[in-house]
């Protein structure tokens, strides 16, 4: 072979090498995260100021942000016991770089929050003023829809949230983050409405809250397998409090219950 064809050869390897080198270091997947709450009684609504959401991956000590990228949402005050019953939003969504491990949520406040209690607006303050709320991540909470797909819930927990101290309200953020594809589901109808239950999930120390709409319909979403206690409480009327045991939860499904007849 001519000298000139063979460094020609070598020539074509090498740039084809680095083209795939370049492909893989700047590979993306794409990620998308949705909001959802735990509910609170005699709360109207829990507005809570979102200015920002951020993730942090692996460090590669390449990119001078730290591993940390910031995703695209809505900023803005969010009424949170909107998304009760497992409704959700699709809160979030952004790039990040592929095939390195994330880490870590960052979720930053501002200082535009309030709770409506029985009509009447309070200011939530920020519990030591901290406008930063960061959650640790594991592999288990992420769902990999297909490659390069990835999406994850953060439940927001109003009731572990909110505080009363000193005669005003006080927010300390409660996130719990979930995925579908690997929690389990509850979901039900509990009548009379009249009743206004709040149900209970329990399963160990692990407890998740629900508060039925208007049909009385119910659905308690990101639980981990096992086996549950449901417990009813009503709140107005007189009506009585009811429990359900032996509940099995099973990740990826929907334990669906029977309508549950409350009495006085």
Request: charged share 20%; aromatic share 6%; with cysteine.
């Amino acid at each position: 072979m001519k000298p000139l064809v063979t460094f020609l050869l070598i020539a074509i390897a090498f740039l084809s090498g680095c083209k795939k080198n370049e492909t893989a270091s700047n590979g993306s997947a794409k990620l998308s995260i949705y909001l959802t709450d735990d509910p609170m009684v005699n709360v109207d609504q829990l507005l809570v100021d979102i200015q920002g959401l951020e993730v942090k991956v692996e460090d590669d000590g390449v990119d001078s942000l730290g591993g940390w990228f910031r995703l695209n949402i809505r900023s803005g005050v969010y009424d949170i016991l909107k998304f009760r019953n497992g409704l959700d939003t699709l809160f979030a969504t952004g790039q990040i770089p592929s095939g390195r491990k994330l880490q870590k949520l960052r979720l930053i406040l501002g200082n535009n929050n309030s709770v409506v209690v029985n009509g009447q607006r309070f200011t939530l303050v920020l519990h030591n003023g901290e406008t930063e709320v960061i959650v640790k991540l594991e592999g288990s909470v992420i769902d990999e829809l297909v490659p390069g797909q990835l999406r994850f819930w953060i439940d927001f927990d109003a009731n572990r949230s909110v505080q009363q101290k000193s005669g005003q309200y006080v927010l300390r953020s409660q996130l719990k983050i979930f995925s579908k594809g690997r929690s389990g589901e509850i979901e039900g109808r509990v009548l009379p409405a009249e009743a206004k239950p709040m149900i209970m999930a329990i399963n160990g120390s692990d407890t998740a809250t629900a508060k039925p709409d208007q049909e009385g319909e119910f659905r308690i979403v990101g639980l981990s397998s096992g086996t549950y206690q449901l417990f009813i409480h009503p709140t107005a009327n007189n009506y009585r409090d009811t429990t359900i045991n032996d509940i099995i939860v099973t990740h990826g499904e929907d334990t669906k219950l029977a309508t549950i007849q409350l009495s006085r």
